[in-house]
């Protein structure tokens, strides 16, 4: 037997640096209403305890404790606890209750908290376990002179049932089944509120370290019993969440693939943007007032991203309403590499030619909806959904095929990707959708000699429910040779030539461009203390449209008809072990507009 006895004493005027308490302490002696978190009246204050354990070998143990805490006339309180552990034979038991009576500023408070858990392990069934698991928590409150429960009085039951397997490597598998009572206090006793039933399996399976599989999921069932927390005739709830990673390795890794599935319900408010004005060159958003009504209010379409840093003077803030709506998710993220070099990397002929090719595709996909039935919320290709229904969907593809990836001499990519997203707010709905298709090729002449080759085609789709002048489908081609000279590590110069013209297809707002666009970017470093780099541009633009309209601002990207020049100068330096100096300077002449120019200096201390 160990016995235990301690005392604690705190001058009213002592304020602690860290909290050096239980981090259950507050909940243990039912403190939340007394001492809260921030303001809180200054006592002195004693604390005291006694207990003993009782043990015994291959057994178990018996511990009890008593308790006393106050706040001098603030609160006093004192606390039982008890408790039984008894292990034999594959059998656990484990019971534990705790009692608290406490008087604070004449509310009388009674918690009582008793907790069951007994389980048996078959060692003969591989060690699966089966049990159950018991729990209340009573807390009442009233008032000295009254038997009327406050409302701040909680009282719930918890029962549980559960199977586990052993958790190894290879396998683990585990499920439960549990009900909730909840009780609301109505005068002075408890009514019976919810109940909630709740389902969860919970496992995984690795098979030959070539295929993995892994999962959970829970379903939960709320039933409202009480008329005054039932809205609108709904008294009964249902949500579930859930997640399922399925990784695999074949053919000795030359097909590799992730998958990872994601399922959830529930309540959540509903999600307003404003946009809130900040310093030049902190934010992210331009107000483009100009573009539209010129009316002196901020409307939501008239914010776009900045193209340039300093331009930048609105952040964009989500701002959660009081409305709440039900909505179901559902979350898609799949890869998927192609690799036969990791086999045939020693064969030759034809299988050496096909060694060449690889292949990578991912589809991520997040769609969030409202409860709806014609709506599977499962099921996540399915992406035409109404404006009714929907509250958010993207959807982002991309495929490339490789020809001799990652060979020093020379490389092609060919490949599509596309990007497109939905929401609905109370704006209405906007949607936007970017597509493109590529070739990219690359050939390192020398050792310090490289070309590249890009071709694009993409296409651009904007579209918005009450905001017409924001439609567009931008149709873009581009071809961009560059060459890169590197005549030592330390040195690095590109020299990149783009032609590129954009044309929009609605017939609305008409729009036509053509760039040229030359640049020239040198690179010196000097081992990883020193880096300056220098980088000029000049684009030539032909514009055939209205330049101060969505359409303009959309293809010339903050430029203007005409001649634009862009340059800027960093300098990247360590000046000590943990200390980071950057300078920049940026300059632009864009058509008939004045220079601007723009320095930036930044020290960064690493710790």
Request: with cysteine.
């Amino acid at each position: 037997m160990d016995t235990d006895i301690g005392y604690e004493f705190v001058q009213q005027e002592f304020q602690p640096l860290n909290p050096y308490r239980n981090p259950e302490f507050l909940r243990d002696w039912s403190l939340a209403n007394v001492q809260g978190v921030g303001n809180v009246t200054k006592a002195t204050e004693h604390l005291g305890r006694g207990g003993f354990v009782l043990k015994r070998l291959n057994l178990g143990q018996l511990q009890y404790q008593f308790g006393g805490f106050s706040r001098d006339s603030l609160y006093n309180g004192n606390r039982h606890f008890a408790q039984v552990q008894l292990k034999r034979n594959g059998w656990d038991f484990n019971t534990e209750g705790s009692l608290l009576l406490a008087d604070a500023l004449g509310e009388k408070n009674r918690f009582f908290r008793p907790k069951v858990h007994f389980s048996k392990t078959f060692q003969e069934l591989n060690n699966w376990k089966i049990g159950a698991y018991i729990e209340r928590e009573k807390n009442e409150r009233t008032l000295a002179a009254s038997d009327t429960l406050n409302q701040s009085s909680f009282y719930y039951d918890l029962y549980r049932v559960f199977l586990e397997s052993p958790v190894t490597e290879k396998f683990s598998f585990s499920t439960k089944y549990q009900q909730r009572e909840d009780f609301a206090p109505f005068g002075n006793e408890f009514v019976k509120s919810t109940i909630g039933n709740e389902l969860n399996v919970n496992g995984s399976w690795n098979i030959r370290r070539t295929l993995n599989l892994a999962g959970n999921f829970t379903y939960r069932r709320l039933h409202l019993l009480n008329d005054l927390l039932v809205k609108d005739q709904q008294k009964e709830s249902e949500t579930f969440l859930g997640r399922t990673d399925v990784n695999f390795t074949f053919w000795k890794g030359a097909l590799r693939a992730n998958n990872t599935y994601e399922i959830g319900s529930g309540q959540e408010p509903r999600v307003d943007f404003t946009y809130v004005k900040v310093r030049q060159g902190e934010g992210t958003h331009i107000w483009l007032d100009s573009l539209y009504n010129n009316d002196g209010v901020i409307q939501p379409n008239e914010m776009e991203i900045a193209p340039f840093p300093d331009l930048a003077d609105y952040v964009r803030v989500s701002t959660f309403t009081n409305q709440y709506i039900r909505a179901n998710y559902v979350n898609l993220n799949s890869s998927l590499l192609l690799t036969p070099k990791a086999v045939w990397f020693d064969q030759k002929g034809f299988r050496n030619f096909l060694s060449k090719f690889s292949t990578q595709s991912t589809l991520i996909i997040n769609r969030k909806t409202l409860n709806n039935a014609d709506i599977s919320p499962w099921n996540p290709f399915q992406l035409d959904v109404a404006d009714t229904s929907l509250v958010s969907v993207s959807s982002n593809i991309r495929n490339i095929l490789f020809f001799n990836r990652a060979n020093p001499k020379y490389d092609v990519q060919i490949g599509n990707s596309m990007l497109s997203n939905k929401f609905v707010q109370t704006s209405g709905f906007e949607s936007r959708r970017n597509t493109e298709q590529f070739f990219r090729s690359r050939v390192n002449a020398t050792k310090s000699i490289s070309a590249q080759l890009n071709l694009t085609r993409s296409e651009r789709l904007s579209d918005s429910q009450f905001f017409d002048n924001r439609d567009f489908n931008i149709l873009s081609w581009q071809i961009e040779p560059q060459c890169t000279y590197l005549p030592s590590r330390d040195f690095r110069t590109i020299v990149s030539y783009k032609f590129q013209t954009d044309r929009n297809t609605f017939s609305d707002n008409p729009a036509e461009a053509t760039q040229n666009n030359l640049s020239l970017e040198m690179t010196w470093n000097q081992a990883s203390s020193t880096s300056i780099r220098l980088r000029g541009s000049f684009v030539d633009i032909a514009f055939e449209g209205t330049p101060s309209s969505p359409v303009g601002f959309a293809i010339l990207n903050g430029l203007q008809p005409g001649k634009n020049f862009l340059w800027n100068l960093s300098l990247d330096r360590q000046l000590s072990r943990n200390l980071r100096l950057n300078l920049s300077y940026e300059g632009r002449k864009t058509g008939e507009a004045r220079v601007v120019h723009v320095g930036r200096a930044q020290v960064a201390a690493i710790f």
